[in-house]
């Protein structure tokens, strides 16, 4: 009877480590204590068997017994392997480092194993068990085991044992994580009693109810604390799964980018407050419908298509902008990106979404008002420039204007080559003290060269500023030529009007004295016939300049314009007297040639000698070598007539006779560039017409129309 209740008492074992091995996670633990509880199984079964003569023979007795000896003598190797499992897969990693689990090491493990073995094997010999001697106690008949000579070696094995339980307690209190605490002080706490138990075992009068009493409260009390460890662990594993959800949901919803997610139908599986309140919703009313229920627009059906190759091609699209109309029908600028993801129910989609509207409203903004000023800038009528390490890096149109440049050519070229020699070293001087911060804005003037070599004055402003992270001098170029053309004309007219004024009084006073000579003269010839040649001579010269001084009163003084029917012939023959004098010094002749029925003109005396004087001086100052100037006057087409002025001057190029008539064009050292003008400017007054024909060094004809009667 005993045989059977203690053979029934070792399924208990064997079905919890069984319970726990189809249960649980399969991992090295549940693995270890299964093999454990198969070996309480068997010691249960080897105790058994001292019960079970009535059953079989002594000799399979014996045999079964030495069999099955091997769950009593293994534990001890079990036990120290199930520590060491627990303490490098459950526990944190900073326990491993203490001294006592570095003594339960692979190494004692295996040591522990073969030792262990060697004990079976001794078991097996008559070092170990002599044999099997029947007692009577209890009312049952058993057989006890009678030791050899060698059982040193198993009493050895069970202290060691008694050792093991006692490193693998101290560690297990030790432990960090309480629920495998827990578990192990439990545990070993049950190994401690199963082997007071096992050693009460070898006491012949209670070996029947202690065994069975200590493996059905070992085996249970190994599954409890298993399951109570699995229990545990799975509740915290649950708290500590919600709490990460709560995180990462509160994560989502504080974002201020649209996440959601969407499976293959268009159903919003997720969606954050952000996303949520675009349409004007809540989160929990968003999920589980689709987009289209809240708003539907053209818009958003290239995005929703975008969604559905996500989820069906199971690729990753991300756009650098997408539009997106909100619920108050705004449109909202998204920068975004959409991968695909597996869940148990199924592909999906998830969307992380950033709003850039207000990014891109700024960026047109800008972009608005830099082409505004780019277009002020380049459409300048000033120059504008940039500096940068002394050259040019932008240059308005304007300035290739100024500088007869292209902008290309102006900024390959070195700044100082656009100046005259004499204010190159103010430039780079001034550039220079600019670039290095010595001068944060300046003004100044200088002379410029244009590409045709002319001459240009310029004033130049500049500002020192950072263009492309680097210190660089911003500016304009004022072409102020024509100021300072005008400025010295100013003054030199004011000196002309003073001479002019200074004349006109001296030839009153040469006047006064020239009537009392010319009388006294005539005086003196009537009472004389002698030397009249010499007389004659005097009074023709006191003529001359008397002629002269008054030539010079007319042109000197201010005159009110004056229409007035004059002889042309004369004038002109009056203004060749007047500018003989350079002529003979040019040996230049004038020939005056008039058509005798040319009739009188009307015109402004004054104005018309100073034309003819302009053009002739003109005309002689071609003439450095000498030659003729012929002036010619015909009636041409009946009311008008026809005044050429032909000269065997230099001539003048084709390219500069579009040029004669503006102001201040001169090649002359001394000119003004005036003359032609004042000349068009006559001509105007009378109606006229000027024209000039010119070939290089034959010469230059002036043809002049003027209306016989002015209207
Ligand atoms: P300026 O005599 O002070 O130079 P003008 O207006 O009288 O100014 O003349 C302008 C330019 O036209 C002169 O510098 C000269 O180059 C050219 N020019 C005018 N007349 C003649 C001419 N008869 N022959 C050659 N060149 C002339
Ligand atoms: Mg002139």
């Keep these: 009877m005993s045989f059977i209740l203690m053979l029934a008492i070792s399924a208990v074992p064997l079905t919890l480590g069984i319970t726990m091995i189809c249960l649980f996670e399969k991992n090295r633990l549940t693995f270890a204590l299964f093999i454990y509880m198969l070996l309480i199984c068997s010691w249960q079964i080897d105790m058994s068997v001292l019960f079970s003569e009535r059953f079989f023979q002594v000799k399979t007795i014996d045999f079964l017994f030495r069999l099955f000896r091997f769950g009593t003598i293994m534990q001890a190797p079990a036990l120290l392997y199930i520590a060491y499992v627990a303490l490098n897969d459950l526990t944190l990693p900073h326990i491993r480092k203490s001294i006592w689990s ?33 007692i009577h106690t209890m009312n049952t008949t058993i057989l006890y085991p009678l030791y050899g000579e060698w059982n040193w070696a198993f009493k050895l094995h069970l202290m060691a044992f008694a050792v093991i339980i006692g490193i693998s307690f101290i560690i297990s209190i030790k432990i960090y994580n309480s629920i495998i605490r827990t578990f192990l002080i439990l545990f070993i706490t049950a190994m401690a ?41 799975i509740r915290k594993i649950n708290v500590s799964l919600k709490e990460q959800k709560d995180f990462l949901r509160q994560i989502i919803d504080m974002s201020p980018t649209f996440i959601y997610a969407k499976n293959l139908d268009g159903d919003i599986t997720l969606a954050n407050v952000t996303f949520a309140s675009a349409y004007g919703t809540t989160v929990k009313d968003l999920v589980g419908k689709k987009e289209e229920d809240f708003c539907l627009n053209k818009e958003m059906t290239e995005r929703l298509f975008d969604e559905k190759l996500v989820i069906l091609f199971n690729k990753t699209i991300s756009k650098s902008e997408e539009s997106f109309i909100d619920s108050q029908g705004r449109t909202r600028w998204l920068q975004s990106i959409k991968i695909p993801f597996h869940t148990s129910t199924g592909k999906q989609m998830l969307c992380v979404a950033t709003d850039i509207t207000t990014r891109k409203v700024a960026e047109e903004a800008l972009k608005e008002a830099e082409s505004k000023y780019r277009s002020l800038v380049e459409k300048a009528p000033v120059g504008v420039y940039i500096i940068q390490e002394a050259r040019f890096v932008y240059v308005n149109p304007r300035m290739s204007e100024i500088f007869g440049y292209t902008v290309e050519e102006l900024l390959n070229m070195e700044i100082k080559n656009l100046f005259v020699t004499e204010d190159r070293p103010l430039i780079e001087k001034n550039i220079s003290k600019q670039l290095n911060n010595q001068l944060s804005s300046i003004s100044y003037q200088a002379r410029g060269i244009k590409k045709d070599q002319s001459l240009i004055y310029l004033e130049i402003h500049g500002s020192t500023t950072t263009y492309e992270g680097k210190p660089a ?26 001479v002019g004024e200074l004349a006109a009084g001296v030839a009153h006073e040469i006047r006064n004295p020239l009537t009392s000579l010319k009388g006294f003269l005539q005086l003196l010839q009537s009472k004389t016939n002698d030397n009249k040649i010499y007389f004659d001579i005097m009074l023709s010269e006191l003529d001359r300049i008397n002629f002269i001084v008054n030539e010079f009163l007319v042109l000197a003084k201010p005159q009110i314009i004056n229409f007035q029917k004059k002889d042309l012939l004369k004038i002109l023959q009056n203004i060749t007297i007047l500018l003989n004098t350079q002529a003979i010094i040019n040996n230049v002749q004038i020939h005056v040639d008039f058509d005798p029925s040319i009739p009188l003109i009307e015109c402004e005396e004054n104005l018309i000698k100073q034309l003819f004087i302009n053009i002739l001086k003109n005309a002689i100052e071609a003439m450095a070598n000498g030659g003729e100037i012929r002036v010619q006057a015909m009636k041409y087409q009946n009311d008008r007539i ?13 390219e500069r006779q579009i040029k004669l008539f503006e102001p201040f064009y001169t090649t002359k050292e001394k000119g003004t560039g005036l003359g032609l003008m004042v000349c068009y400017k006559i001509i105007e007054a009378h109606n006229g017409k000027i024209t000039i024909e010119s070939k290089i060094n034959e010469g230059t004809t002036v043809n002049i129309i003027l209306p016989i009667k002015h209207h």
Aim: charged content about 15%; some cysteine; overall charge positive.
């Design 473 to 498: 001098i911003i500016g304009m170029y004022l072409d102020i030529t024509e100021r300072v053309k005008t400025e010295e004309i100013i003054r030199k007219s004011d000196k002309l009007s003073v």
């Design 102 to 134: 570095r003594l339960i090491n692979k190494h004692l493990i295996v040591f522990l194993y073969l030792w262990s073995l060697f004990v079976y094997a001794v078991n097996w010999s008559h070092k170990g068990i002599v044999n099997l001697y029947s």
């Design 193 to 233: 009693i199963t082997y007071g138990v096992g050693i009460l075992n070898l006491s012949k009068n209670i070996i029947v109810i202690s065994s069975g009493i200590s493996v059905m409260i070992h085996s249970l009390a190994i599954f409890v604390a298993f399951i109570r460890m699995q229990a545990l662990t």
């Design 642 to 654: 026809l005044i050429r002025c032909i000269d065997q001057g230099c001539g003048i190029p084709e």
